[in-house]
């Protein structure tokens, strides 16, 4: 239904792991850039990590260096966000989104369409 779908996410305590998927329904949502996003009730859409198609070129959010990992699957249309180390900070709604053109990827107005986001809870 959406253009992207997101899943993964759950419960998880401390220092655990969890690893986020983001499957474009149809191959034509795909972008040039794709990127994972992430808010919390009351706060703004915060940039957590970006990859480029077709280079794979990544930028981070400062929060997210050493920690996280973003990556694609060509052939499955998906991109994947690899979250070690989670803190209950990183307690958040994670969506993905594609922008179409080469440019400022933390910005969440620069990005075309979104998934419904997936849940991750961090707490003990």
């Known amino acids: 239904q959406a253009p992207l779908v997101e899943s993964g996410g759950g419960l998880v305590q401390p220092g655990g792991s969890l690893r986020l998927s983001c499957a474009a329904s149809?191959?034509?949502?795909?972008?040039?850039?794709m990127g994972w996003f992430r808010q919390t009730p009351g706060r703004e859409r915060e940039f957590v990590a970006s990859?480029?198609?077709?280079?794979?070129?990544?930028d981070y959010a400062n929060f997210a260096k050493g920690r996280f990992a973003i990556s694609r699957d060509d052939a499955k249309n998906t991109i994947y966000l690899q979250m070690n180390s989670l803190e209950p900070e990183d307690t958040a709604v994670y969506s993905c989104?594609?922008?179409?053109?080469?440019?400022?990827?933390?910005?969440?107005?620069?990005?075309?369409?979104w998934g419904q986001g997936t849940q991750v809870t961090v707490s003990s």
């Open positions: 149809h191959r034509s949502y795909i972008s040039y850039i």
């Open positions: 989104a594609a922008k179409v053109r080469v440019g400022s990827v933390t910005l969440p107005t620069e990005y075309s369409y």
């Open positions: 990859i480029a198609w077709r280079g794979g070129s990544t």
